[in-house]
């Protein structure tokens, strides 16, 4: 089992900044991917940004240029930058890894988790 905790999340004017973390702890042996999706009121959960080892990154076209996300592999650690922050990106903004859990075997099984989700408001 992995479990994700995140914090960070809160109300901000517009122009303003958060930060969030998301931890991984539990029997991980390693992690691939780590991302940040959003979901609005009404609407689709989205992809935010993910990291990939290795360090790639991709972004969702209305964050480039405005949200960063970067990973501390020694923490099992995930964060979104998110600066300029707009109205839209009011969300409940989930942390989501995907890796492989510890084995006493040869077989590593891989694991998807969420977090529990965090509110981002972004309000005058």
């Known amino acids: 089992q992995v479990q994700l905790v995140e914090s960070g999340g809160g109300l901000v004017q517009p122009g303003g900044s958060l930060r969030l973390s998301c931890a991984a702890s539990?029997?991980?042996?390693?992690?691939?991917?780590m991302a940040w999706y959003r979901q609005a009121p009404g609407k689709q959960r989205e992809l935010v940004a993910r990291?990939?080892?290795?360090?790639?990154?991709n972004y969702a076209d209305s964050v480039k240029g405005r949200f960063t996300i970067s990973r501390d592999n020694d923490k099992n650690t995930v964060y979104l930058q998110m600066n300029s922050l707009k109205p839209e990106d009011t969300a409940v903004y989930y942390c989501n890894t995907e890796g492989f859990e510890n084995s006493s075997g040869s077989y590593y099984p891989r694991f998807t988790s969420w977090g529990q989700g965090t509110q981002v408001t972004v309000s005058s």
């Open positions: 990291v990939i080892s290795g360090e790639s990154t």
């Open positions: 539990g029997s991980i042996f390693s992690i691939n991917t």
